[in-house]
């Protein structure tokens, strides 16, 4: 079964993105390469973004249960605005991945922004995510931009010279 969200189940959305996103999130790769220079795992970033989509968009919200467990979830936004909807957030958890969970979520956040009137739907991918990607793809997603995620710690641009060389490394 595929329902809305409730405001209560946000601490176990959060904790799916934990055990998930692991490989798959930017701040995770930022926290990887630098440390934790900010002082905050990346997490409790990600989960701001959960919390933001859901207070933006609490009927966008959509669970799988299985089992009377949340096997998974999808976060929309809907920008009227610019008629565009887009998927913020798919995750299933690895012991309920593979059985077509991941494609009944999108199915139904598709067709969610599809009644929501909108004209266009939108999700960003990280280029390595090679599933998600093959699963967008195949719904009928087509590639028009690719970004790289670049970051510096702020103590290595205090060592830079104006021109932007480094002393050390
Ligand atoms: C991406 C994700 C949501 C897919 O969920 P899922 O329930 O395993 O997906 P499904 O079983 O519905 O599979 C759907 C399709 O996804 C693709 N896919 C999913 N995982 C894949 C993998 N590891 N390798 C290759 N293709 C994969 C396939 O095209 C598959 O279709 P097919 O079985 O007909 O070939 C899940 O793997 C996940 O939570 N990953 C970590 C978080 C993540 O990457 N989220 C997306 C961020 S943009």
């Given at each position: 079964m595929?329902?809305?969200?409730?405001?209560?189940?946000?601490g176990a959305l959060i904790e799916?993105?934990?055990?998930?996103?692991?490989?798959?999130s930017i701040d995770k790769s930022i926290e990887?390469?630098?440390?934790?220079?900010?002082?905050?795992?990346?997490i409790n970033r990600k989960a701001v973004d959960i919390r933001r989509d859901l207070a933006q968009n609490p009927q966008g919200v959509f669970v799988k249960i299985v089992?009377?467990?949340?096997?998974?979830?999808?976060?929309?936004?809907?920008?009227?605005?610019?008629?565009?909807?887009r998927i913020p957030h798919l995750a299933v958890l690895p012991e309920y991945q593979g059985k077509g969970i991941g494609k009944e979520l999108l199915r139904h956040a598709l067709q969610?922004?599809?009644d929501s009137g909108m004209k266009l739907m939108r999700i960003e991918v990280l280029a390595h995510n090679k599933g998600a990607l093959k699963l967008y793809r195949e719904f009928g997603f087509e590639e028009v931009s690719t970004q790289l995620h670049l970051a510096m710690p702020?103590?290595?641009?205090?060592?830079?010279r104006p021109e932007g060389r480094s002393f050390s490394f």
């Open positions: 595929i329902r809305i969200a409730k405001p209560e189940e946000i799916i993105i934990r055990i998930t996103f692991e490989k798959v990887d390469h630098f440390g934790r220079l900010t002082g905050t795992p990346w089992d009377n467990k949340i096997a998974g979830f999808i976060t929309t936004v809907i920008d009227s605005e610019f008629s565009t909807g969610y922004i599809k702020v103590s290595k641009y205090e060592t830079l």
